[in-house]
């Protein structure tokens, strides 16, 4: 059976609708958890949470930039086996906004981060560890619904993007291409300050 992981993206503070001069202080968490039984025992077991804290500044009505960070964690237990990962990203982010209405706007924006693993794999009470370097690049649309005074929700249905993984010490080395729209939908509340 294929790891089911409930997790809620819940975007805290997503960076918003443009007013022009103002600071924009955002991101997302999402906290999973993934159980697998069977004849009534626990087969695995996975634990994950992630944190992506971002902050912009509104050039323009329609032009913001700013950086991001992101930690993340994810703990996958097969007694008495047991993988942890590790991460933490850092980059750069840019966003163009198009007011549709006072209630409406759309914006797209790219993403530009590096980031640094760690690999912990214990197999039979014997521990290896692993590190890695990569960077990666993301382009999401998004439609942003204003309730009151740049205050409202975002949702975003998809994305374009691409990574690269290098294991540090090794020749080995992941590249990947991904494109998925209406697969799922990350909403949050947003807050233009």
Known sequence: MKKLIIAGAITVFGLVSAQKGTVLVGGNISLGNSTEKANGSIVSKVNSFEFNPRVGYQFTDKWTAGVRLGVA????????????????????????????????????????????????????????????????????????INFKKSFGLNFNVGGLGYTSEKVKGTDYKTNSFGFDFGKGVTFGISKNF
């Not at 097969?78 to 980059?91: A, W």
């Open 73 to 144: 964690t994810d703990k996958t237990t097969q007694s008495p086996n047991e993988i942890k990962d590790n991460s933490f990203s850092y980059g750069v982010f840019g966003r163009y906004t198009v007011p549709l209405s006072e209630t409406f706007a759309v914006f797209g924006e790219l993403d530009v981060y590096a980031a640094n693993g760690k690999r912990t794999t214990t197999i039979s009470n014997m521990s290896s560890t692993s590190k890695t370097t990569g960077f990666g690049m993301v382009f999401t649309p998004n439609l942003f």
